[in-house]
């Protein structure tokens, strides 16, 4: 193989980087769009970053405006299951570094005091395994986040399937965290519709994470036969929006090369109607992509960082493995 696009940074910085059998290559277009030159840059180089976020089916009264509800008593989260995809581990991983545990730390003190009560045995009980990984002063709250997040969620295989579930009527107050993206390909019907769907994080007062965002990063194999015809579909890919126009047209994807951002926004993102069955023109909310700079910011997605997902893959990831072993059980 020439070269490879390729998700789930711990795997890639344990098994790939760290053992040669990766390059990274930073287009010189790429590195002066983000600021920098090839030579300063430190990292991989990621094509674009992929949200996946919460969402919940409306047609019911049930509503979410903290992430420590999606984890409350009788809750069950469609996810696909931390065995299928890998970088659903990552996002579990990355909830354990100091700034992130902080954050679920200040969503749990939002709720009220009879929510917390549910939810202090679980964080007392955890405040020793954290100390024992080696996490932070709000680690604790982070494996309690964890732990009730891997015994309750009703893991599913793909994506896709977990949509389509969602945005039927009959999915009444189920919720799920999978890529954003998908509500692209829903078709309406009469029981079906993206207005079914919420996105959580664009609800006025959401208080904590309203998801998680990974990237697909570009590398040339080390012992590649064409790494010159590489290098350049790479630089294509990353520098123009005609390269990444392939990836363009999907929400809650964001190319990294900002000046091809703001281009791929202008030609795509403003599209949140559709054709209703009658002909009228329906606007569709969970469509309205706010961005990467939002979903960042105010959205407070969970980035996967792959040197700290590889440096607690065996501790956290271990601890996560005995989780997993014991809810299926």
Known sequence: FAMTLIQDGNQIESKMVQTGILDTFIPKDWAEANGTTPEEYQ??????????????????????????????????????????????????????????????KEAFDALSAEEQAYFQPTINE????????????????ALAWIKLWVGSYNAQTDDGPIC???????????????????????????????????????????TGMGGFGYCHYLFVTDNSPL??????????????????????????????NP????????????????????????????????????????????LEDPEYCASVSFTVGSWIEMLDKYSAG
Not at 128 to 138: F, P, V
Not at 282 to 301: F, M, P, R, S
Request: aromatic share 14%; with cysteine; net charge negative.
């Open 259 to 302: 000046e091809v951002a703001a281009e791929n926004e202008a030609i795509y993102h403003h599209e949140t109607g559709g054709m209703a069955e009658d002909g009228t023109t329906v606007e569709y909310a969970a469509l309205n992509d706010h961005g990467y700079d939002w979903w960042t910011n105010e959205g407070k997605l969970v």
């Open 126 to 141: 955890m405040a020793s395994e954290a100390e024992s990984l080696g996490l932070g002063e709000n680690g604790k709250y």
């Open 43 to 104: 990292g991989y180089l990621p094509l674009q970053t992929l949200n996946k976020i919460f969402m919940y089916n409306n047609t019911g009264s049930k509503s979410y405006d903290n992430c420590w509800d999606f984890v409350a008593e009788g809750e069950h989260g469609l996810f696909m299951d931390i065995d299928s995809e890998i970088v659903g581990k990552n996002f579990l991983y990355m909830l354990t570094r100091d700034d992130y545990a902080a954050m679920l």
């Open 164 to 206: 389509n579930t969602l945005v039927d009527q009959s999915a009444t107050d189920q919720f799920g965290l999978i890529v954003y993206s998908k509500l692209r390909s829903v078709e309406e019907s009469a029981s079906v519709s993206k207005n079914n769907i919420t996105v959580a994080a664009y609800n006025d007062g959401y």
């Open 227 to 256: 790494p010159w015809t590489a290098c350049a579909f790479i630089a294509y890919m990353t520098c123009t929006a005609d390269g990444f126009s392939a990836w363009g047209k999907d929400i809650g994807g964001y190319s990294s």
